[in-house]
């Protein structure tokens, strides 16, 4: 029986705070359990520019962001967990998309509306302000979800457009060229999630500024919870729970029979400092081990990294060949004779000149090696030149990794970028893009050859 594949974004422009952990990251992390379900968990990094101009901040709330669901117990080895941009068939897709999509269905998007609407009211141009990328925006979605073929997003009811445009995107694609390329994917309510009030009795919402962040401090998750507001009824005077945020909030932390408790403690006339008390403890006593872990790995970036690069690989194992499917349905395709390749001056040939038998090739190797810190590295070495020295990782299996995956990238440059900028990190690339990618595609050309002996 063929798994679910359900696939959920979480757009990297904020701080954590108990609302996302209520209402997404603890039931997300549940359901990536299911038995019968494949999850894709990734972070949104290209939709955070839509929202967010401050590079920094988007880095940190990438790092903060990672680090808390895996706090919160995601597990790498059994979903897909990686970073958007990590994934360059997702801008490819993109593109694809853009070009069977009707100008009018994102004409109809609720956020491009809401911005037209909110300057037609101030007496601006329909458009100020709007950029591209909030207009775009639905296509990018769409391309997030039908990359994998997703069956189910789980989405709150402001998002139902966009899932609903996804569909209409793929089945236009479908239907263009002739196939099944997409399955289109399905809108998946989460009726029972939990929505907790703010500090102010309003939603919880950064837009608000009334939030309880995530990973405070013992003492700062206290004075946050000290500081929810509440009627003027005092001790001894019967509350009504379910017109409490201190009781909503406590509701979604407690069990069955803490909530009953508690129910009762109100009807009794317990007094607001009490119940904020008690509502301390129990999420401190729910929260305490996992910001421990979440100290560790913010701490540790590098392990952060190195599991969104291995995400990223084994996602990519997906992508890129169902990217040169459609590729090949839309007609960007090798020619029939194939052209003679064009290759780098690193490879002893003047840069763009044609390759022949009798020119100069170099000896391209990778040499791995451990330091004297116990990390492991690589080089990739043409002619006894460096052209590029990784930093070191903690394991020889995530060297390894790495290195089989720049390699099965070879000379695709678009794809090589975001390895190499990780690799460059700690040590630096000593030689040009293009002379790496021209060296890591004859490697990947004698690996697919012995590929053919072999077979």
């Given at each position: 029986?063929?798994?679910?594949?359900?696939?959920?974004?979480?757009?990297?422009?904020?701080?954590?705070?108990?609302?996302?952990?209520?209402?997404?990251?603890?039931?997300?992390?549940?359901?990536?359990?299911?038995?019968?379900?494949?999850?894709?968990?990734?972070?949104?990094?290209?939709?955070?520019?839509?929202?967010?101009?401050?590079?920094?901040?988007?880095?940190?709330?990438?790092?903060?962001?990672?680090?808390?669901?895996?706090?919160?117990?995601?597990?790498?080895?059994?979903?897909?967990?990686?970073?958007?941009?990590?994934?360059?068939?997702?801008?490819?897709?993109?593109?694809?998309?853009?070009?069977?999509?009707?100008?009018?269905?994102?004409?109809?998007?609720?956020?491009?509306?809401?911005?037209?609407?909110?300057?037609?009211?101030?007496?601006?141009?329909?458009?100020?302000?709007?950029?591209?990328?909030?207009?775009?925006?639905?296509?990018?979605?769409?391309?997030?979800?039908?990359?994998?073929?997703?069956?189910?997003?789980?989405?709150?009811?402001?998002?139902?457009?966009?899932?609903?445009?996804?569909?209409?995107?793929?089945?236009?694609?479908?239907?263009?060229?002739?196939?099944?390329?997409?399955?289109?994917?399905?809108?998946?309510?989460?009726?029972?999630?939990?929505?907790?009030?703010?500090?102010?009795?309003?939603?919880?919402?950064k837009s608000y500024d009334n939030t309880i962040p995530l990973w405070s401090a013992a003492k700062d998750l206290r004075r946050a919870i000290l500081g929810i507001v509440t009627d003027s009824r005092a001790p001894g005077e019967p509350k009504d729970p379910d017109a409490s945020n201190v009781f909503a909030i406590y509701q979604a932390f407690a069990s069955e029979e803490e909530t009953a408790a508690m129910r009762e403690a109100f009807a009794d006339g317990i007094g607001w400092g009490d119940a904020k008390q008690k509502l301390f403890e129990r999420v401190e006593a729910e929260l305490a081990p996992l910001r421990e872990r979440y100290d560790a790995l913010i701490a540790e970036p590098d392990r952060i990294e190195e599991r969104l690069l291995e995400g990223a690989r084994k996602a990519r194992e997906r992508t890129r060949p169902f990217i040169e499917k459609l590729r090949w349905a839309v007609g960007v395709r090798r020619l029939a004779k194939p052209a003679p390749r064009v290759v780098a001056a690193a490879e002893g040939v003047a840069a763009g000149a044609v390759a022949t038998p009798s020119a100069k090739q170099a000896v391209v190797t990778i040499k791995r090696y451990r330091e004297k810190d116990g990390r492991f590295h690589f080089k990739l070495v043409a002619d006894d030149e460096v052209l590029l020295e990784s930093r070191g990782f903690e394991s020889p299996q995530a060297c390894g990794r790495l290195v089989d995956e720049l390699v099965a990238i070879g000379d695709d440059a678009p794809a090589l970028r975001p390895l190499l900028e990780s690799c460059a990190e700690a040590s630096g690339?000593?030689?040009?893009?293009?002379?790496?990618?021209?060296?890591?595609g004859r490697l990947k050309a004698e690996r697919d050859e012995k590929a053919r002996q072999k077979a």
């Open positions: 029986m063929q798994k679910r594949r359900i696939l959920t974004g979480i757009t990297t422009s904020g701080t954590p705070h108990l609302g996302n952990y209520v209402g997404a990251i603890r039931p997300a992390i549940a359901a990536s359990r299911r038995d019968d379900a494949e999850s894709f968990y990734f972070l949104a990094d290209y939709h955070a520019l839509i929202k967010c101009g401050d590079p920094a901040r988007v880095q940190q709330s990438t790092l903060e962001i990672a680090a808390s669901w895996l706090a919160c117990g995601l597990d790498p080895d059994r979903v897909l967990f990686y970073r958007q941009s990590d994934i360059p068939e997702i801008p490819e897709l993109t593109w694809l998309l853009t070009c069977v999509t009707a100008k009018g269905l994102l004409n109809r998007a609720h956020a491009y509306k809401a911005a037209v609407d909110q300057n037609v009211a101030a007496g601006e141009d329909p458009d100020a302000g709007v950029t591209a990328g909030l207009y775009m925006y639905p296509v990018l979605m769409a391309a997030d979800i039908l990359i994998f073929n997703a069956h189910e997003v789980p989405v709150g009811r402001d998002q139902i457009q966009h899932i609903e445009m996804a569909r209409d995107i793929g089945q236009r694609f479908n239907h263009l060229y002739g196939g099944e390329y997409f399955t289109l994917p399905e809108a998946r309510i989460e009726e029972n999630v939990a929505t907790l009030p703010g500090t102010d009795g309003r939603k919880m919402s690339r000593r030689a040009a893009d293009g002379a790496i990618a021209a060296a890591l």
